[in-house]
Each structure stands twice: as C-alpha cells, then as structure tokens.
C-alpha cells in the first residue's frame, strides 16, 4: 500500500487502492502491459472469484474475465448460484498480462501480493474461489494440484476458499470439468447461505 495511506493513518477503501495500483512499476510486467486489470465487481461481496493473470483481451479492456472463459464463468455463476457480475467479486493473483500468456513468475507474483492481499482485506468475503490450479496453490500455499484440491472446501481469513478449475480448462474440453466445476460452484453457493 501508499505511504500516503500509512503516513496519514487514513482507512483506505479498494477505488484508493486501485488508484495507486494502477501506476505500478514494481515488476517487469509493467513494461509490456496496456493497463492494469485490477479487478471488479461488488466492493461488498461476500464472494470474490480469483484468477491468475490477464490475458490479452483483459489487457486490452482492464477488467478481469472478459473473453471467452469470462463468459463462461458468467454464465456457470448465473446457472448455479443465480448471481450476476454485480453480485460478487473478480481479481487475478498478479494484475498485469505476462508475455504470451506465461504463468506468473515469483518476482511477480511478490510484487504483486500486496494489492491482491489489500482487495481481499477490504472485501473480506465469506466465500473465496479460486479458478485454477495457479491461484489455489497461492492462496492456498501448497503445492498440491487443483485435481487434488477440488471438490472441498478450506478454512480462509475467516470464512471459506473453495478451490475449482479454470473456465478456460473447460473451454478446453478437458474431460468432465464443466461438472466438477459446476459442482464446486453450488459448494461455494452452500458456503454462502450458511
């Protein structure tokens, strides 16, 4: 976070973090990014979806989840929790494209923790998805894989992280994801009810 925001012992909200978030240099993926994909959505979710990086069409229009596996996370959210984009919360583990789509590298991945740590301080969600196996072994802090992880919950900041695949895995016909990752949203769903 800003010293400005320390130095004043101001509260910050998320459109202070996001201002400060979008001038970022702190790592190399600044030199290549169109913009910030900080993320979006409802500031007072009770549930945030988190990815792994933009790609390039969420590099072109600065808003995570944008392509195809954005519309399909839309509308796998919609048919199984009957929420819309308003209703919850979108991020990604690092906030700028890496080149040609590579995973996030620890330099990274460092230099961007804090804004994904502030987002998810100031949101304070019930619920927490994480789409993909990038994104589950970070908030998670494991190196078990997102096959192994699915298909539970676990314990996060106070209240849940259920881990599921990445749309674009669906997308990629993998198997029977799309049911796995439809399962996993109703979990999520029940965690929110509760």
């Known amino acids: 976070m800003g010293e400005a925001a320390i130095t004043l012992g101001a509260v910050p909200v998320l459109a202070d973090v996001e201002r400060e978030a979008k001038t970022c240099t702190r790592c190399q993926l600044a030199q290549g990014r169109t913009q910030v994909v900080f993320g979006v959505g409802n500031p007072h979710a009770d549930l945030m979806f988190v990815g792994e990086a933009p790609g390039r069409q969420e590099d072109l229009q600065g808003e995570p989840f944008v392509g195809r596996s954005g519309q399909l996370l839309d509308k796998m959210v919609w048919e199984e929790m009957g929420l819309t984009r308003d209703r919850f919360y979108i991020a990604n583990t690092v906030k700028c494209r890496p080149p040609g789509n590579r995973d996030p590298q620890p330099a990274e991945i460092t230099a961007c923790g804090p804004w994904l740590e ?77």
């Open 118 to 194: 502030a987002q998810v301080d100031l949101i304070d969600p019930k619920v927490v998805v994480t789409l993909g196996n990038f994104a589950a072994k970070l908030l998670l802090d494991t190196t078990e894989g997102i096959t192994k992880l699915r298909g539970r919950a676990y314990p996060y900041r106070g209240g849940v992280l259920v881990p599921t695949y990445h749309p674009a895995a669906v997308l990629r016909g993998a198997g029977d994801l799309a049911p796995q990752m439809r399962a996993d949203l109703v979990r999520a769903k029940g965690y929110l009810a509760a």
